[in-house]
């Protein structure tokens, strides 16, 4: 994937000489957001660079379930790059990353999340970028003290010499409680002009957002990584555990963000659509599962991860009758399909209420 948003707004140069360029890097949040805005009040040319790694929270799951129809369907970053007039290169980073998430040089945090080797990583991919499009250095929207792992005065400097961008990596927003970068010493920004921030409060960065008459944006202290997700890193961790190794594909990661997940057995997993607009998302991966859907109620698709013998067909089966319309008759009519297309009916009583056990649900 590589897609780029055009701008509106343009920077005019310097007499004689080009402006400065950066490229940001735009997670679609309110802090990237303000780093942006604080070089283009300085002159900078700006564009913005956004990696697609397959575990970004937005654009996902709300847009897929019934009960958030309401809610405004957008891509942060695209929404951020417009309202800030500038570029934004969208780049597909799912295959390299994977190496980040398996095999972390400096550990995951509380879940699976690997946000020191994260942020190294996709400022050593800005670098390239940087590189090879003639910028002249990098910006981020990072905070001291913000994250416990990634955005603390002794991380920061890893992220730099890790990612090879060294000194001409620029941190608008807590600059000027680091040591002057390249930029600052030569004269492309003014040091004076940037900021001091630090901590967990997003105090400073509201106001400063309303300073520049910024009224919009995504929830300022909201995460964008499902890896940060308890729930996300049990699904995954039991994925792993089910199938012996640890790996995944893209098909993974995305399913892993739908439903409900329920392993019954060692044998196999369940994963059960909520409501209608879930049922659709999962039928375009049925080609590659097995699966059941109720017959004589309404009710929900349930895929099947993993090899379920005949007598865990019949458990599947009293599972799926229990979410759908007929949990309360005596019995339901349940079509099964396994991997290799034999298709079959069954009738089944479905579970009681609360007879599913606690450790089934992931």
Known sequence: MNETAEATRTTPAPAGERAPRAVALISGGLDSMLAV??????????EGINFFTGFCVEGHTHAIRNKD????????????????????????????????????RHGYGKNLNPCLDCKGFMVGKAREWMEA???DFIVTGEVIGQRPMSQRKDTMPIIAEESGADDRLLRPLCARNLPPTLPER?????????????????KEQMRLAEGFGLDDYASPAGGCCFLTDENYARRLNDLWQGRGERDYELDDIMLLKVGRHLRPSENFKLLVSRDQGEGQFLRGYRRNHAWLETVSHGGPLALVDGEPTAEEWELAARIVARYSQGRNAEAVEVAI????????????????PGSIPEEWLL
Do not use: C
């Open 133 to 135: 499009n003639d910028f």
């Open 69 to 104: 129809r309401d809610r405004p369907k957008r891509n942060n970053a695209l929404w951020v790059a417009e309202q800030l007039g500038i570029k934004l290169h969208i780049v597909d980073i799912a295959e390299e990353y994977k190496d980040v998430v398996l095999n972390p």
């Open 186 to 202: 030569e004269g492309w920004v003014d040091r004076e002009r940037l900021h001091g921030i630090t901590g967990r409060s997003r």
């Open 337 to 352: 399909t396994d991997r290799h297309g034999s298709t079959w009916n069954t009738t089944v009583a479905p579970m009681e």
């Open 37 to 46: 805005r604080v070089l283009q009040e300085q002159g900078v040319h700006v």
